[in-house]
């Protein structure tokens, strides 16, 4: 796992190993990040159930000008910081180790990204996406996007929350699913 461009372009990122975690693949993040190159400089952004946190410094890395790092995981959260500090970006995160839903209720500003990679087989993204749009952290251009495996389910109910589907891309058994903040 690296940082595929930017001003951390190359760094090579700590991975957790184990059951528990399942890292976007350096494929699918590159993919990502093409999508929405013109969209990340300047922002906020927001991964939530981060890992490793390689989405939110590869924002950073592009240009974000502050990445909000969020994972219950102990163990994840301290491999967070030190990728972090070997990024140099100690100054433009900041980092939960908290439930999503914690910190999705202490959170006071709008949100420009937001990368959604919970558990799969759980309604993490869904339950995220209602208190998102409860607390109105996002503005009507911000951005959604999630990684799952459950496409079918998940898009049934989004289709009840106030949020554009404007793009799914598909890897491997991984979707991406892009939002728009307002209907």
Excluded: W
Aim: charged share 30%; aromatic share 8%; with cysteine.
């Amino acid at each position: 796992m690296r940082i595929i461009s930017g001003k951390a372009r190359g760094t090579k990122l700590y991975t957790l190993d184990g059951e528990n975690t399942r890292p976007t693949l350096d494929r699918v993040k590159e993919s990502l990040f093409n999508i929405i190159q013109n969209d990340v400089r300047d922002t906020v952004f927001l991964d939530l159930f981060s890992g490793s946190g390689a989405i939110g410094l590869e924002a950073l890395s592009r240009g974000a000008k502050k990445a909000i790092f969020c994972d219950k995981s102990k163990e994840a959260c301290e491999f967070i910081k030190k990728n972090i500090k070997k990024t140099h970006f100690e100054n433009d995160s900041v980092v939960y180790n908290e439930d999503f839903k914690i910190v999705l209720n202490k959170l006071k500003e709008k949100v420009d990204i937001i990368f959604l990679d919970p558990p799969y087989k759980t309604n993490f993204a869904i339950d995220a996406i209602k208190i998102i749009l409860e607390n109105n952290l996002i503005k009507e251009e911000s951005m959604i996007i999630i990684e799952t495996d459950i496409k079918d389910e998940l898009m049934e109910q989004l289709e009840n929350l106030n949020c554009n589907i404007y793009d799914i891309r598909k890897y491997g058994r991984a979707y991406i699913i892009f939002l728009k903040g307002g209907k």
